[in-house]
């Protein structure tokens, strides 16, 4: 999942093809093993701010080749939130002892201020990477505070959430009409699963999931992951990143414009390579302002054996 810029060739691409934004990307030389994480995972780790300090931390899933699932851990931003330095991994963090599939996501669904819990149980006895037959969606609601996260037990098949998933869901308001909407990965058969949308049909402190729709926007691949929706335009509306199963290990990455708005989604065929982006994936590259300096930075997951290798591209563009 690497993405190497050239200026001058996608300043003139960017000018023809987004019109109605202006795409501030210009990112470093990928960096392996950065800020000191260098496990290498089955899945994608992800930062968040779960403890209400300013800066971003890190959890991800430690591997159990053979015995089936992954162990959750947990590594604290003990830097800054433009300088982060992240702690030893602790295993098990705040109580999370379930043998999972996927990273978890943290999102305030129940609009309370806090972050809550979903997680992707794993069903099976197989090891984490024979599991082609996905697993569970289970949430658990955060009983404590921003600050010292709690979290209950948790309940399976949340708000409407019965499918069978290789990955945890990705929640974004894609209707800008004030609650969270969900995008999953449906296991399929063979390599890869559909990416399907569940719209919220309840609110946003009562989330209630209608029935799922397969290949939704006209997203007709078969994912390796669930995708990552970020403005990356800066034109008010959501753009998709997705990554292609290949059938060799790894994927493609590609990119969808959103033309639509930021109320009625209409996704522009998928281009491959976005921005140079030419590697095999494990996993949707995400964008997150790690450094705190206005701009979203880039992490990506290069898919390896057993896995994926986690690996940062600051941008550079202010």
């Not at 379930?98 to 979903?118: E, Q, R």
């Not at 990705?170 to 999953?184: P, S, T």
């Not at 281009?271 to 990506?300: Q, R, T």
Request: a negative charge; charged letters at 25%; glycine letters at 12%.
């Amino acid at each position: 999942m690497k993405k190497i810029f050239f200026a001058v060739v996608l300043g003139f691409w960017f000018m023809n093809v987004f019109a109605q934004g202006t795409v501030d990307l210009k990112l470093s030389k990928p960096k392996l093993y950065p800020f000191g994480i260098k496990s290498i995972d089955p899945s994608m780790p992800v930062l968040v701010d779960i403890d209400h300090d300013g800066d971003l931390d890190l959890f991800g899933l430690k591997a159990n080749i053979g015995i089936g699932g992954g162990k959750i851990y947990f590594r604290e931003n003990t830097g800054t939130d433009s300088k982060p330095v992240f702690a030893k991994p602790v295993i098990n963090p705040f109580g999370l002892k379930s043998k999972d599939l996927a990273t978890p996501v943290f999102v305030d669904i129940d609009n309370d201020g806090d972050l809550d819990m979903f997680g992707l149980k794993d069903l099976s006895k197989l090891g984490i990477r024979e599991n082609v037959k996905g697993g569970r969606i289970y949430f658990r609601e955060n009983v404590g505070t921003p600050s010292k996260p709690e979290f209950a037990e948790p309940v399976m098949a949340p708000f409407g959430i019965k499918t069978k998933d290789l990955d945890t869901p990705v929640f974004v308001d894609i209707d800008n009409d004030g609650d969270l909407d969900l995008f999953g990965l449906k296991a399929a058969s063979g390599e890869g699963g559909r990416v399907y949308f569940m719209e919220n049909i309840g609110t946003k402190s009562k989330p209630q999931f209608a029935k799922p729709v397969i290949a939704p926007f006209g997203i007709k691949t078969k994912d390796l992951s669930a995708p990552t929706l970020v403005d990356i335009d800066h034109d008010g509306d959501l753009d998709l990143f997705g990554v292609k199963s290949l059938f060799s290990g790894g994927g493609r990455v590609y990119f969808m414009e959103n033309t639509g708005s930021r109320t009625k989604p209409e996704f522009a065929a998928p281009v491959y390579k976005p921005f140079g982006i030419k590697y095999k994936c494990a996993s949707a590259p995400v964008f997150v302002d790690i450094d705190n300096d206005g701009d979203l930075d880039m992490f990506g997951f290069e898919a390896t054996f057993g896995g994926g290798i986690f690996y940062y591209r600051e941008n550079k563009a202010k």
